[in-house]
């Protein structure tokens, strides 16, 4: 299984958000370091990208202690130092990691002046190159690949922050367990009992090898008797369920708790944040957290192959870069009196800006409306007191019975136009008789006639102009 978890940072003062998901990348390959396994994990990484638009964003992988080992020491920097060289030339004879060359990776935190803690992990250049080709074909930039025991041991000790004490921290995966024991988010020991470690016996294995595991964390860190008391569970359910981890020391015994999490991640769903995703919530951390605990890179040297050398060019350059900076100080020191200042000013400003656009609002409504009410005066003012419906019904009345109208129009000047058609002219001579006749009217004119054709024959169109009868005009505002 691929498990997922996926950070986006806003860079704002909220927390990044945090979103997991697991995928089936392994079908039909035995494992990951034979061709099939490469191009099945490559397939799974681009359906990743692709559903979560991940195209060009970095990557941080965690694998498990089938394709890595880690060695921890603590002491005098001399003897640390001595036993990282060794961890090195016998990292070539760990033969369970594949044959060929092999990648180490060393983290190193001082304790005090003359003692130190060292974390070394290896794992073959053929697994690394594996996992980056694989990354890279899906538009992945991988920058850091660590072990996951590393991954679950930072993830525990940011869950229990308020706990000094060693823990025994059991990866349980596909029917196997891996052991590590863990303080203060870092990795003390990663104990391998077998290769055929199996997840239901997980118990008898923690209570053959506890007094072992103890004494070696009392004589390299100093562990009180009160250490490896319990024992925290990582993977899914299923697996959890089948270890039943029975030990008959007392150790107390249960899953990984998450409810921490929501501390350092804005969750996007918090009931899929479950104790198999251990490993991979704790390399999410590491960005965040890394300064607390020694966290080996196997991709170090990569990167380090990949940068150009630039201390040559920085001691050549030491004295004008010195003079630039002591310069650029200045000037920063100038600007920055500058700025706060201006932030002052654009303080005050921001804050007057809402009444200053509040008034220029109202002033533009209230000239709006003044605007409008002028003109509606003016109209009010020149329109007459007509009323339409009785001029309309006595052009209706003067109508002969074989004429039709087409239009009647009215205008605000006292005048009406009338267009429309008759089969015989003298029904038009006699309209227009009729509508001079007519009491409402006067002025009546024949504007002129024409000939149409429709469905049932021959027509003459006709148009009429007419001055109506002077209406009383609209009485002034305030007059009586």
Known sequence: MLRVAVVIDTEKDTLPTLRTRTLHWRQEAPNLLCDQGRAELAAALRVLVTEE????????????????????TTGATARVEQEISDVRERSQL??????????????RKHIDARHEHALVTVTNQRTLALLVEASQSAGLVVDVVESALVSLSRLHGVLEADCDSAAILAQLDEGRFEIGVARAGQLLLEYRPSLDSKSDRLGQVVDDHHDRLHRFCQRQYGATPSDLDRMWLVGEPSEVKVAKPQTKLGLKTGVLPMDRLG??????????????MGATLGLALRGRFDETGVSPNLMD?????????IRPFLIRAAAPIAAALLLATGLWLFNLQ?????TTLRARVQAAKPGHLRGQKLSNELAN????????????????ERRVTPLVQGVGYCLPDDVWLKELKFDDRGSATVLGASYTEESVYEFVRYLDEAPTYHDVALRGTGVEQTPQGPATSFGVDIKLAPAMAAPKRGGK
């Open 53 to 72: 638009r991940l195209a060009g964003c970095q990557v941080s992988l965690a694998i498990s202690s089938t394709l890595c080992v880690n060695r921890a």
């Open 94 to 107: 760990y033969l369970a990691l594949g044959p060929g060359p092999k990648t180490t990776a060393i983290a």
């Open 263 to 276: 501390d350092f991640w804005n969750l996007a769903d918090p009931g899929v944040i479950t104790a198999e």
């Open 301 to 309: 040297e990569i990167h380090a192959q990949a940068k150009e050398p």
């Open 338 to 342: 500058q700025e706060s200042q201006l």
């Open 369 to 384: 409306a003044a605007l409008e009410i002028e003109q509606l005066t003016r109209l009010e003012e020149v329109t007459p």
